[in-house]
């Protein structure tokens, strides 16, 4: 059971850290800008809580940027 939280936290993090660094490449333009708000978001304690806990709010904030990208 552990495993399994272990995973979806890693494959969560990973596409919110894809996706964020996206939407700063978007709205920033600049690749160094782009990585630390990718950072910021990725290791904030809000998005680490719910990311580990593996529930539906874990997964909506791993789609936010993607979310707000496409609008």
């Known amino acids: 059971m552990d495993w399994g939280f272990y ?9 919110a850290l894809f996706g964020a660094y996206l939407l700063g490449l978007r ?4 690749g160094k800008d782009a990585a630390w ?3 910021l ?3 904030s304690p809000v998005f680490m809580r719910y ?3 593996a529930t539906g709010r ?3 904030l791993t789609l936010l940027p993607m979310f707000i ?3």
């Open 7 to 15: 995973l979806v936290s890693i494959l969560f993090g990973a596409t």
């Open 27 to 30: 709205l920033m333009g600049n």
């Open 37 to 39: 708000l990718a950072f």
């Open 41 to 43: 978001y990725v290791f």
């Open 51 to 53: 990311n580990y806990w």
């Open 58 to 60: 874990g997964l909506l």
């Open 69 to 71: 990208l496409a609008f």
